[in-house]
């Protein structure tokens, strides 16, 4: 009897191990899943915007070397975004591949994030105040603007790599079994390597700072700009219909401002639905998150997964719609899948000649 105890006692180990190591490589197969192509179409379409401007003379201005700046800082969280829900899966890592893990992608995320509110900064000022805009010193010293922008993502993401974490926390042992994550205890063993979980890099303190003190200001300060410039915009429209029916001296709406109104419309639409579709879902998985690290309850990883993917992901789309509305930006790939078009075109009459 005590030599068949001994036995499955043996084999219930490797078992586990076996079925702990296939659920983490089930969660890391469903991030990439998700992630790859999501990552995939933002770094073409990226590249094809950053293509645009550089080709065409009359885009190299001040405000579009912002908006390239903004590319490239989204062109860099499509290249980190397979990477960025794998911060919530507990691996086995060293310390110094640990810190890299995470801090990288938070940088490249931060340095996005304030990429953007200078960008609806700069069109800000632009709308508000036109007439000192080319005396603003952001307008003339731009290489002095992107110091400011990347440096302190870079600095604030850097805090744990300079002391700032919870590697030699107490209890960190069973940091795979204790965490929230459904993760394997095959990760935890012990060896040159230890447990690489978010916990042990980023504390309360810096996860709680950089969400209420960082992103969501950022955030709360993008929807605050677009929406005093469709006020204003909202504004001098009303005065452009006064004008016109004082000329036309009439008091009915003419054809020209009921197209006015339409487009004016259709514009908020617009800025409202891409709002929904890109800030809403980051917003949710980021306050889901902190409910969660506040009532250090488990759930499940899927949701986490799902969420984070389809956050980050949608976040990042911002840049591509403001990007692809401009038309100047997206000429030069429209004509050049014109000309392949026309070549294609001619091929096939060709073939279709000599077949005859």
Not at 63 to 68: D, K
Not at 91 to 112: G, I
Not at 126 to 154: E, G, T
Request: proline residues 5%; charged residues 15%; aromatic residues 12%.
């Amino acid at each position: 009897m005590e030599l068949r105890t001994n036995e499955t006692e043996s084999l219930f180990p490797p078992m586990m191990d076996y079925n702990n190591s296939a659920t983490l490589l089930s969660e890391e197969q469903l991030i990439y899943v998700i992630t790859i192509p999501l990552s995939t179409s933002i770094i073409l379409a990226n590249l094809v915007i950053i293509l645009g401007i550089s080709w065409n003379r009359q885009l190299h201005n001040t405000p579009n070397y912002f908006f390239l700046s903004l590319l490239v800082a989204d062109l860099c969280t499509g290249v980190a975004l397979p990477f960025i829900p794998l911060m919530g899966l507990n691996r086995e890592l060293s310390f110094s591949s640990c810190l890299v893990a995470h801090v990288f992608p938070n940088f490249l995320f931060l340095a996005f994030l304030f990429n953007l509110v200078m960008v609806h900064y700069e069109r800000f000022i632009c709308i508000v105040d036109p007439l000192h805009y080319n005396n603003l010193w952001m307008h003339r010293s731009f290489p002095l603007v992107l110091p400011i922008v990347w440096a302190p993502p870079l600095l604030y993401a850097s805090l744990p790599a300079f002391g700032w974490n919870n590697w030699l926390g107490p209890d960190w042992d069973g940091c795979c079994s204790n965490s929230l994550e459904l993760v394997t205890l095959s990760n935890c063993s012990s060896n040159e390597t230890t447990c690489c979980s978010y916990r042990r890099v980023f504390p309360n303190a810096f996860i709680y700072l950089e969400v209420y003190g960082l992103v969501l200001p950022a955030i709360l300060t993008i929807a605050g700009m677009t929406g005093r410039v469709l006020w204003i915009t909202r504004g001098q429209l009303r005065d452009i219909c006064r004008l016109h029916r004082s000329v036309e001296r009439g008091n009915q709406a003419s054809d020209r401002e009921q197209r006015l109104n339409l487009r004016y419309t259709r514009c908020v639409v617009a800025v409202s639905l891409t709002f929904l579709a890109c800030w809403v879902p980051y917003l949710i998985y980021m306050h889901v998150c902190i409910a969660f690290l506040l009532s250090d309850s488990k759930w499940s990883s899927t949701t986490h997964i799902v969420l984070s993917c389809t956050g980050i992901g949608s976040m990042a789309v911002v840049p591509l719609v403001l990007g692809m509305v401009n038309k100047q930006y997206t000429e030069p790939a429209y004509k050049l899948l014109q000309k392949l078009g026309d070549r294609w075109r001619r091929r096939t009459q060709k073939s279709d000649e000599v077949a005859v």
